[in-house]
């Protein structure tokens, strides 16, 4: 009988034994129990997530990949690789990984005709709970092989029958050896000449003259070069023309409105010349009424419609006579829709 007694005394004994040590293999070094979800989990390690490709010319490609690694226990699954923009492409060598097991992500950019400085990321989504959106960014510097200075020329406010001029200025890499072939526009208003030159700096005058249209305007100009990466360099170019009046705005929309709705719509007429004056001003159709109110250095002209307009569409215009010489009539265009 006591030997029974002794017999189960140590079986117990060794049943509590093998209850501790596997309770102590579930503690944590934070002293913390492991539950089942921690110990069995997967765990997505990067060796690098940042790649700087340092500076490039315009128009290369730039190419790398990620190498990561299942550092956990059970299996990873990368469920989505999405770029931050559509000139950046992401592809990852496989979905699943097993403990231990490494893959890549291969990303592609391509810059197009930008330059500068550049940061693009790729966002890698996985199990991982811990770090379920990786991060993964790209960054560097793109760089030109014929740089126009300025990019966009501003040729500001011009008086009608003046004439405008601007200096662009195109410098080289030297040890690419590129000439600067022509420079053309197709606006017949603009005119190019030639300035100083050395082997890797250009100048030329940008002349505009004589542009006999009031009012804004825009164009182009073409640099031509023997760069593969740069053959056509376009240079926009925009200003206005102004004569003795300016206003705005140039054309005056009432938009959709109900019929009966009290709508004011206001004109601003600026005298550029302080000699110049309006001398009468008419309205078509005659649905449409004005009232005159004096501003400093300008006036306001009031615009509504008459309650009684009928349904449909308003097609009309005001026009503003002067003693202007080079604006003697302004036609600003009237436009709307009544509704019922």
Avoid: W
């Avoid at 164009?219 to 760069?227: A, D, L, P």
């Amino acid at each position: 009988m006591k030997q029974i007694k002794v017999y189960l005394l140590i079986t117990v004994f060794l049943f509590l034994l093998i209850k501790l040590g596997t309770a102590m293999g579930d503690i944590r070094k934070d002293g913390k129990i492991k539950d089942e979800k921690t110990i069995n989990k997967p765990k997505i390690v990067f060796k690098e997530q940042v790649y700087d490709f340092g500076k490039v010319y315009i128009g290369e490609t730039i190419k790398c990949t990620f190498k990561f690694k299942n550092d956990g226990t059970s299996e990873l699954i990368i469920s989505n690789v999405k770029s931050s923009c559509g000139c950046t492409a992401a592809l990852v060598s496989k979905n699943k990984l097993l403990k231990d097991e490494e893959g890549e992500v291969d990303v592609t950019y391509h810059p197009g005709n930008y330059t500068g400085r550049v940061t693009k990321s790729v966002i890698v989504s996985s199990n991982d709970t811990n770090n379920p959106r990786c991060i993964l960014t790209i960054t560097g510097e793109i760089i030109e092989e014929v740089i126009v200075n300025p990019k966009k020329i501003n040729l500001g406010l011009i008086k009608k029958g003046s004439s405008c001029k601007r200096i662009i200025e195109i410098k080289t890499v030297p040890e690419l050896d590129i000439k600067i072939q022509k420079l053309e526009s197709p606006n017949s208003y603009i005119t190019i000449i030639p300035g100083e030159m050395n082997d890797n700096n250009h100048t030329y005058q940008i002349i505009l003259d004589k542009y006999d249209y009031i009012g804004r305007f825009a164009g182009m100009i073409f640099v031509y070069t023997t760069s593969k990466k740069q053959e056509r360099i376009d240079v926009p170019f925009f200003g206005e023309v102004i004569g003795d009046v300016k206003f705005y705005p140039e054309i005056l929309s009432f938009g959709n409105i109900r019929k009966g709705q009290d709508i004011k719509r206001t004109i601003i007429v600026n005298f550029l010349n302080k000699d110049v004056k309006i001398e009468k001003i008419e309205v078509n159709p005659n649905i449409i009424n004005y009232v005159v109110s004096e501003l400093q250095n300008s006036k306001k002209i009031d615009v509504e419609l008459n309650k009684h307009i009928i349904t449909g569409k308003i097609n009309g215009n005001l026009r503003i006579y002067t003693n202007s010489t080079i604006q003697p009539v302004i036609n600003i265009p009237i436009h709307g829709n009544v509704e019922g």
